[in-house]
């Protein structure tokens, strides 16, 4: 039942969130209005970070305790994950398109590094579902997590290492003075940041309930 | 575009770079005259950068001072080149508009039939359901003897 209301409040915050997005926010001098994709392309960003953060603790959790409960956590974190970083890999190319005039540009080394561990969570889920001693497959699919998590720490410095990479840099502290700096585009940020975030929590909640009661079919105590 | 429209343009871009030599930009506002002094002094990359910086109003007063040094046979070519850049922003807004609908139904499409799995499931497969469920049995290791075949034995074993 609380998830059910927390999924209520999500949806109400992120429709009004879109609203002030699409609708209230002004269009970008230089972009126009396909910078709209921005308000959601970020915060799916950072909801997927942190699930992968949170999926990488609960391995290194599970393994210190082998409690399938701590590894039903770890399975909804990086399940969760993976969707919203799909969801990024959809956004990102649909606004480099109308940008950059490209789709994808294979010399990015943040945009290879994000590809990469999109693959490494494909290979978790697949190793996960493929691997039928449920225990075995926990202790690989942590130590996978583990690694995933170095290489999602490579993204985020992928555009200090490599000066050539043309994606955005961070929209708060832009050297160049760009960014986001009009009031309602940060409100519309900050609205979709709060509604994604929320509506990540729901699907998380649910996601581990659904995780938990597949550990309990496997005969496992979680 | 045909060849034709290509000279035309051509000439018409070229045309606008050698009056631009002849504008006067004292006919402008001071602080504004200044800004343009600058803007025409940067290269190339520096000066695109600068566009923005100019405000709405900025741009209507240099425009008009820029139109009125020339004569009314070459604003008529002026107006040519503003249809044609209205015409080009207002197909690549088009198109921007289109990718950023097609983002937007993308990501919360993808996100809702998640969302209604995991609930879906989730409702399905509670813990107490499971537990119900014949998979949740403790196993019988393999060579172990049934209860009722056990029975049968110490009943045989009496009769003895």
Redesign the interface.
Known sequence: MLYYAL?LLSVSVGGYA?YVA?IEAPAD??????Q??FY??VP?VWVSFVAFIGGALMSIRYLQTRSMRTDAWARAFIK?GW??T??VL??GP??A??VWGTFWNWGDERLISFFVMWMMYNGYILLRATIHDFEKGARIGAVLALLALANAALVVAAIYIWKTASHPGPVFVQKSGGGVLDPLMRRAFWLNFSAFSL?FV??LV??F??E???A????HD? | MGMTHKILFGFLFSACAVSAADFDVEALPEKLAGEVQKFFAADTGRARTQIAAFGDEDLQKITTAFKKAHPAAEQRLFWLIEESYRRNAERVAAERIRFLFMAVVAALGIIAVFTGLTYARARNLSPAAASAAPAAMPAVPAGQPSRRATVKKTKKGKRK
Not at chain 1, 29 to 34: K, L, S, Y
Not at chain 1, 216 to 219: A, R
């Open positions: 999924l879109a699409l001098a230089m972009q126009g209005n396909v709209r994709i959601f392309h799916l969760t969707v919203f799909t969801t959809v956004t649909l606004w398109k109308p509506l729901c699907i649910a996601k309930h659904f938990k009661a597949a309990v079919s496997n005969g979680a």
